[in-house]
């Protein structure tokens, strides 16, 4: 996802040049050439120009695509299931490992704590590993979004949709139910956190 990012960013900022330097330079030049109606040519180069740069962003695109939907031996599979308005989780590869996960109370939060982000059982899971998450619903259609982590898959009730990740680093990762899901739907954060295997091994042990 980030080497995708950069290399569309790269391709937008020679476009962005290129039609910078044409609009600098009409807006400079006074030279007039009143005999020209047409121009075949570059009307020909202006089509197949940018459906040539498109090919070049499509192709990564729908590769990268692919390549996220394809779950090869997952290290640890967790499953999400949306309530109104709470999430709900189950960690399949233990037996008897499941909580819910609200919002916390503006009551109880304080200055370290985001406002409506933070929940009060944060989804613990194992660095550098490859997860697999199940994402379903309980009642009405939600959507398991985490924008750090690339993944918005959808909740809806009666199917499974899955997806999977890597988190390269520890750390917090804030998200949201991105589904209008009711009143309360604001009120459905997400908290990934982040941990090393061993101490993932030992926040499990103590859960089961």
Known sequence: ?????????????????????????????????????EGQMIEVAWTIIPAVILIFIA???LLLLYLMDEIHKPTLTLKAIGHQWYWSYEYSDFLKVEFDSYVMPQDESNKNTFRLLDTDNHTTLPMNSFIRIIVTAADVLHS????????KTDATPGRLNQCSFLINRPGLFYGQCSEICGANHSFMPIVIESINTNMFINWISNLS
Not at 10 to 18: G, Y
């Open 59 to 61: 192709v990564p695109s």
């Open 144 to 151: 398991w979004t985490v924008p750090s982590l690339g993944i």
């Open 1 to 37: 996802l980030i080497s995708f990012h950069d290399h569309t960013l790269m391709i937008i900022l020679m476009i962005l040049t290129v039609v910078a330097y044409m609009m600098i330079t009409l807006a400079l030049n006074k030279n007039v050439n009143r005999f020209m109606l």
